[in-house]
């Protein structure tokens, strides 16, 4: 019991941590999370990774709570999404009701300002780094159907216009085919090594 107490407080103090200083949103806090949950506590494995930040950003609702209730849940079950919810949403909504009495004063403060603009260069930096570690895994598999979805939906995304949301059902889509697809023929593979 007293370990279970110990996992619960060490998974609500690192994601109070990672949620106090991810300024710039939920995309931020994936390479945070990433770096804690599985380089330094190894309590998810790199792919597992990516695969519960697909499920966060293609989920509705904030990413960095979506990921949290993942990396809680996988970590130690319902209870543990719970204590890493409370842990990711503490820091903004103490932080907003801070900054939400003393508006007038910060709207107008070229300091907040100018730190303002220094944080956007820096949560480019951050969401640049997720692209280059996803992509990557990506590029990793050596399969050539994730590459061309990972190509294809760039140039719908920038060039065409397309709604992010349909590109993420039809992406969801072909990855559920080509899962199912894939299965299957290791079942075939596996009954012809069989016999």
Not at 55 to 84: E, F
Request: aromatic share 8%; net charge positive.
């Amino acid at each position: 019991m007293e370990c279970k107490k110990k996992q619960y407080r060490k998974l609500f103090l690192s994601t109070f941590q990672l949620s106090s200083c991810t300024f710039g949103g939920g995309f931020v806090i994936i390479p945070l999370m990433r770096r804690k949950f599985v380089e330094e506590l190894h309590w998810i494995e790199e792919q597992e990774m990516m695969d519960l930040t697909a499920i966060a950003q293609s989920s509705p609702g904030a990413i960095a709570v979506n990921a949290s209730i993942l990396v809680g849940y996988r970590v130690a079950g319902i209870a543990g999404a719970m204590v890493t919810v409370l842990g990711t949403i503490l820091p903004p909504l103490i932080i907003i009701s801070v900054i939400s009495l003393f508006y007038t004063a910060f709207r107008d403060n070229r300091i907040v300002s100018m730190a303002m603009a220094g944080m956007l260069a820096g949560v480019a930096a951050v969401i640049c780094d997720v692209v280059i570690t996803m992509g990557k895994e990506i590029i990793r598999q050596k399969r050539l159907l994730p590459i061309a979805v990972l190509i294809i939906s760039f140039i719908a995304v920038r060039f065409l216009g397309i709604n992010i949301i349909l590109l993420i059902l039809a992406c969801g889509l072909i990855g559920a085919i080509d899962t199912f697809y894939q299965g299957k023929r290791e079942k075939e593979c596996g009954a012809h090594d069989l016999s």
